[in-house]
């Protein structure tokens, strides 16, 4: 069974309280995602690619109507430590919060995670300046 058509099986929020241990192939990356070695319960994201497809309104509900694809485009860290990922969908926008799975790629963990510092909002040859400007008594010279 496709991850398409779980709602139409299933009672609305059916996922919250059960496992989701149903395998799916990635829209994205074409890869087959099985719910073996994610550390979790519930499966929604490719541990390769990170993607996702917009199934929910609201958490385990599959209620949603658009099913467009949801890319990661941030992640941050729980007050327990644990880190999440923020997806983004790519047809109506709306974003949501996944914990990270335990199999998920950590080189593009870490490349989401580093992005920002990579493509910073000012120019980076500017940066010993702007340094600069911000020391001492914070007087522009």
């Not at 192939?25 to 319960?41: H, I, N, P, Y």
């Not at 963990?109 to 911000?134: D, H, V, Y």
Request: with cysteine.
């Amino acid at each position: 069974m496709n991850r398409e058509n779980k709602r139409k099986s299933y009672q609305k929020g059916y996922y919250r309280d059960h496992p989701c241990t149903d395998s799916f192939t990635c829209s994205v990356c074409g890869r087959l995602v099985t719910a073996e070695g994610a550390g979790v319960d519930h499966r929604n994201h490719c541990p390769n690619c990170l993607s996702s497809l917009h199934l929910d309104n609201e958490t385990g509900d599959r209620g949603a109507d658009c099913g467009g694809i949801m890319d990661a485009i941030a992640v941050w860290v729980r007050k327990n430590g644990e880190w999440a990922v923020i997806h983004r969908c790519r047809r109506c926008g709306k974003l949501s919060s996944n914990c990270a799975a335990a199999d998920d790629n950590p080189m593009k963990l870490m490349s989401i995670a580093l992005k920002p510092l990579c493509q910073p909002p000012f120019p980076i040859e500017r940066i010993e300046e702007l340094t600069r400007l911000m020391a001492g008594d914070g007087k522009i010279e």
